[in-house]
């Protein structure tokens, strides 16, 4: 039963607060009254330190899709592993895993990889703003998109903070410097109408429109296809780039969100499930926009480079990830995902809590809300939701089910139908504790 302290989860934590700030490197995995530590992964499943086991709905901030451990991916790794893990010259598993990517995605010609999502999107602000040559960019409010200081604004501005009749850019790091916030127009997501009106207020000095098709804290909703559309046609219309971060949302599609929604974006940024694994991201798009990181004709525009960008090992797996994800498993992963949904909101009526879920395919978020959820305001928890999201995560993670912060949950392709029946009951189980 967690908290417990006499757990090895527990006393790890309280060796790491010495050497870690806050006893942790990701602040993410940080949870009240201390983290649980990770011993091993096997398929759908984690054992932590002190050897309980759950099923993982974590998936590394959804950046699992064949859970741990997974044989072709181990033997995928292991083999690279063993002919040498990084070298100063290129390979030809970046030449594989960037023709998957470009086979697979409408909106992508040319792939340039990197190390991170967070480096993906600073990399397609940054081409963005060489090819136009203009300073801004319009991201959605709310909208996480890693740690690059432009992407990060108005991340979690509290409703004192909201502009009133537009959303305002509003630091997330203290020391963001004012230019940052100049250079940032915050849009409001799913709604055409206020973003467009933005966007063409700006367009002259707009390099791009950052959108990402389902943001997770935002709140997981998905666009509207009119206000992914919108944004198509008012980008081109003002000569500014438009962005899928696809980070997450590649996993909702054989050809991503842009695939689903029938839409092609200039760049998109990827990362997570696309490195099998390992440490990943990728910025794609269309041959004329990735020409700014082109060497061959002396000094690119953007010069970029990397000393494990395009990593072997993690091509690698990566390739592995990608060929097991066929068009079946997104069936499957699908209908799992909805199983899921459904049974929560099921669960949610039966025990008379107000709530329900929201997501598309292989992710879900609970939101303790009697309101519909399409954007960060109407997702923004009160303080009675909050508490009551807190018992329920509490709950799951008694009944060894793993969600993330944010009530989020990402399923994995080795999950079995007892695994779904297992989650929908924990959940279930758990919404009798918040109605109590
Ligand atoms: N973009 C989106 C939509 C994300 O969800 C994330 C991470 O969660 C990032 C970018 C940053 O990716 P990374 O954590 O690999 O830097």
Redesign the pocket.
Known sequence: MYPDKESKSQHLYSRALASLPGGNTRT?VFIKPYPIYAARGEGCRVIDVDGNGYIDCINN???LIHGHAHPVLVAAATKQLALGSAFGLPTESEIDLAELLVARLPGVEQVRFT???????MMALKAARAFTGRPKIAKCEG?????YDY?EVSLDPTPEAWGRNAPVSVAYAKGTPDNVLADVITIPFNDAEAAVSLIREHGAELACVLV?PM???AGLAPADKAYLAALRAVTSEVGALLIF?????FRLGYRGAQGLWDIDPDLT?L??IMGGGF???AVGGKREFMAVFDPTSGKPALPHGGTFSANPVTMRAGLAAMELLDEAAFVRLDAIGQAVRSGIDEAFRRHGVPGRTVGLGSLLKIHFADRPVRDYRSAYPSEQEAQRAAIFNRGLLNRGVLAAGYGLMALSTPMTDQDIDTIVAAASESLAEVAA
Request: aromatic fraction near 6%; glycine fraction near 12%; proline fraction near 6%.
């Open positions: 993410t901030f959804t950046s190390n991170s999502g967070t480096e993906a999107v909208a996480y998109h890693g740690s992407a990402d943001p997770n804290r971060d696809e980070v997450i949302t940024t990362g997570k440490p990943v991201g």
